[in-house]
């Protein structure tokens, strides 16, 4: 297929489409992209047309606007989302407000953001939750694509404020509502990992978190469940982390994992200020967490706890749904072409409707396959690179803390003296703490210097062991496929020539 005028343009491979009709109802699906699966668009078109009803999704109205709107961020009408189309396809789908208590019937309600909700509107939810109704809740410490809306932002509003508009009512209390679900979440804990299993996502940024098979983690995906069973990899653009609450009957399973090494990083440390304004701090620390556990970036959460009944999926990353993925999947974006972030959000869906039967035909695709022992020499290299940042971090400690003592002691010396006037001694100390700052900073540098050359030898030495396996690889691809050949007509030799010297006698 080419695209311009007179055939010329790119090309792009699709298979064509398809049109499922049954009485009045009529499903079109335009093309099916190399990244989706045939079986699945069939199978999930004829279901559509056959089956007269439908479950009921609802999505919660929130400031992220999944179904569009007026956007006072952007001061301009944004279209709706992607992944409400895709529900559509499958569910009926319909917009819940909680401005009163939600009385509306549905098999799942999705929430995006929750931590934009005012009071009242988290008490309505909350009511609602309780009654262990299957709930979809999206949060984001800090969303890509909707800056306004992250959960780290202490207010509400924006442009809609300053244009003169009513000031937006506070947030409410997110953190006692999942405390009640019994959930934990920091809505400033961001999560990081070095991982990145194509060469060509070297370059950006570790809060944009692969999970995937040879990240390090025990369990990437939780394999117990149908929703993250055969998922081979889901990208989180600076999600969350959650953590069980304290109510003991309530179980919260973790179904998605980061790597190891990986760890948190503070939102009040992803933003540093410059004569430009508010930039992201590239000096951000990236020290790996001190967890048993790797950080969790979705869990499914069930059970009760006196009178509140939870039946939920709680996912730290609201991006995990944004119409990137679609647009990805729908240009083919070669090197993200594995990600399977449509894949999980719509497993998520049908696992609360218990609508299971689509979940095993929407994975059927092809395998990502990566060499595990070149993936293992990777993360053996970004393990030693975070151990030696972390020894280096702790000597600048000591470094500063030292030079400290020395300069606490110069000045209470010069304070003890009874010869000096106060004058005096503030010009001594002034001239002390200039003297003990420039050695610092000396020190400084020059421990700087030593980290950058360990990190760079560390990084050579990976680079390295990977050429050398490679060479290895290459050269056992060319000499070993020859080998059954060889042996082949080795044997077929010494079996012609026994029979040879059996006709001579």
């Known amino acids: 297929l080419t695209e311009g005028e007179g055939g010329r343009g790119p090309e792009m491979e699709v298979y064509l489409g398809l049109a499922v009709t049954c009485g009045l109802d009529e499903v079109v699906v335009p093309f099916i992209y190399r990244a989706h699966s045939p079986e699945y668009e069939v199978t999930r078109s004829l279901r559509a047309v056959m089956n007269a009803k439908r479950a009921k999704i609802g999505i919660l109205s929130t400031d992220v606007k999944l179904f569009g709107g007026f956007d006072f961020q952007s001061m301009r009408h944004a279209s709706s989302w992607e992944l409400v189309d895709e529900l559509k396809r499958l569910y009926e789908v319909v917009s819940v407000s909680a401005d009163a208590p939600i009385a509306e019937t549905m098999d799942v309600l999705i929430v995006p953001m929750v931590s934009s909700l005012p009071q009242s509107q988290l008490d309505n939810l909350f009511a609602y939750a309780k009654q262990?109704?299957?709930?979809?809740?999206?949060?984001?410490?800090?969303?890509?694509?909707?800056?306004?809306?992250?959960?780290?932002?202490?207010?509400?509003?924006?442009?809609?404020?300053?244009?003169?508009?009513?000031?937006?009512?506070?947030?409410?209390?997110?953190?006692?509502?999942?405390?009640?679900?019994?959930?934990?979440?920091?809505?400033?804990?961001?999560?990081?990992?070095?991982?990145?299993?194509?060469p060509k996502r070297r370059d950006l940024d570790p809060e944009i978190v692969f999970v995937g098979k040879h990240n390090g983690a025990a369990e990437p995906f939780a394999q117990k469940s149908k929703v993250t069973a055969k998922l081979q990899e889901v990208a989180f653009i600076f999600g969350g982390a959650i953590k069980p609450g304290d109510k003991k009957g309530i179980e919260v399973t973790a179904l998605v994992h980061a790597g190891r090494p990986s760890g948190i990083v503070s939102y009040n440390d992803l933003w540093g200020h410059s004569f430009m304004g508010r930039q992201m701090n590239p000096d951000r620390p990236h020290v790996p967490s001190a967890m048993i556990e790797e950080p969790v970036l979705a869990a499914r959460v069930q059970g009760k706890d006196g009178d509140v009944a939870v039946d939920a999926i709680v996912v730290a990353d609201l991006d995990v749904a944004s119409p990137l993925f679609f647009r990805i999947r729908r240009e083919e974006w070669d090197e993200f072409q594995s990600l399977e972030n449509i894949e999980f959000v719509l497993n998520c869906v049908d696992a609360l409707a218990r609508e299971e039967a689509m979940i095993d035909l929407r994975s059927h695709r092809p395998r990502h396959r990566t060499i595990e022992t070149v993936e293992a020499v990777k993360r053996a290299s970004d393990k030693k690179v975070l151990d030696e940042t972390k020894s280096e971090e702790d000597k600048a400690k000591k470094a500063l803390e030292t030079a400290q003592k020395q300069f606490d002691e110069a000045v209470e010396k010069i304070k003890a003296r009874e010869d000096l006037d106060v004058q005096s001694k503030q010009i001594m100390v002034a001239s002390v703490h200039e003297a003990e700052q420039r050695k610092f900073e000396v020190q400084?540098?020059?421990?700087?210097?030593?980290?950058?050359?360990?990190?760079?030898?560390?990084?050579?030495?990976?680079?390295?062991?990977v050429k050398s396996i490679q060479k290895r690889i290459k050269a056992m691809a060319l000499l070993l496929p020859p080998v059954p050949a060889l042996l082949i007509a080795i044997l077929a030799l010494v079996f012609r020539i026994r029979r040879e010297l059996e006709a001579r006698r």
Do not use: C
């Open 132 to 198: 262990g109704k299957p709930l979809l809740l999206f949060d984001d410490p800090f969303t890509a694509f909707d800056g306004g809306a992250s959960g780290a932002n202490e207010m509400k509003g924006g442009r809609q404020a300053m244009m003169g508009g009513a000031p937006p009512e506070p947030k409410g209390d997110f953190k006692e509502f999942y405390a009640k679900l019994g959930i934990a979440w920091d809505s400033k804990d961001i999560v990081w990992d070095h991982y990145k299993p194509n």
């Open 444 to 465: 400084k540098r020059r421990i700087e210097d030593d980290k950058k050359a360990a990190i760079r030898k560390s990084k050579q030495e990976a680079s390295r062991q």
